[in-house]
């Protein structure tokens, strides 16, 4: 998707401005707390899904 948008060179480009930014050492701690909060959306998306099949629906 953002290669279509930006295309390689600019992907390239972003990858090394964030590497200079937060520098080599918080690189693995970004991934890590964005892999976490991934993981949170989606058990919520689970749980969400899971409570509206077990209430009974009524239609009038």
């Known amino acids: 998707m953002l290669a279509e948008?930006?295309?390689m060179d600019g992907i390239i480009v972003l990858l090394v401005v964030v590497a200079v930014l937060f520098g080599g050492s918080q690189i693995p701690k970004l991934a890590?707390?964005?892999g976490s909060?991934?993981?949170?959306?989606?058990k919520g998306l689970d749980e969400?899904?899971?409570?509206?099949?077990a209430e009974p629906?009524?239609?009038i």
């Open 5 to 7: 948008i930006f295309g």
């Open 48 to 53: 969400e899904g899971l409570t509206d099949k």
């Open 57 to 59: 629906t009524t239609k």
């Open 32 to 34: 890590h707390s964005l």
């Open 37 to 42: 909060a991934r993981k949170e959306f989606k």
